[in-house]
C-alpha cells in the first residue's frame, strides 16, 4: 500500500506543477502546448501499459517518473483548454472556466 500511495502522490505532485505550460502557451499558442502534452502523455501513458502488460520489474522508482509524466501531461491539457476557451468568451470567463474544471479535473473526482 505504501508504494501505491507514493506513486499516487507523485502523480498528483506532477499535476501541480503545471507553471511551465502556461509559459509555453503564451509563447507558441495552443496548438504547441497540445502537442506538447499529447506526446507527454502518449509517452507516459504508453510505457506504463508495457510495463504492466509485459509484467517488467523496472522499481518503484521508473513506475513514479513515469506516472507523474502521465499526470504531468494532464496540465498541458487543462491549460490549452482553459486559457483558449476563456479568450474565445470573455464576457462568459466564470462559466466558461467551471465547465471547462467540471469536464477536466472534477469529472474524475466525483
Not at 502523480?11 to 502556461?22: D, I, M, R, S
Not at 509555453?24 to 504547441?32: Q, S
Not at 476563456?86 to 467551471?98: L, M
Amino acid at each position: 500500500q505504501a508504494e501505491i500511495t507514493l506513486v499516487g502522490t507523485l502523480g498528483n505532485v506532477a499535476q501541480f506543477t503545471g507553471l511551465p505550460t502556461g509559459f509555453v502557451y503564451d509563447a507558441y499558442g495552443p496548438k504547441v502546448t497540445i502537442f506538447v502534452g499529447g506526446c507527454l502523455a502518449f509517452t507516459g501513458f504508453s510505457l506504463m501499459y508495457l510495463v504492466t502488460a509485459e509484467g517488467w520489474d523496472i522499481g518503484l522508482g521508473t513506475i513514479c517518473l513515469l506516472y507523474s509524466l502521465a499526470c504531468f501531461s494532464m496540465t498541458w491539457y487543462d491549460t490549452s483548454n482553459v486559457i483558449t476557451n476563456v479568450k474565445n468568451f470573455p464576457s462568459h470567463r466564470g462559466v466558461v472556466i467551471g465547465m471547462s474544471k467540471a469536464f477536466n479535473g472534477l469529472g474524475a473526482g466525483v
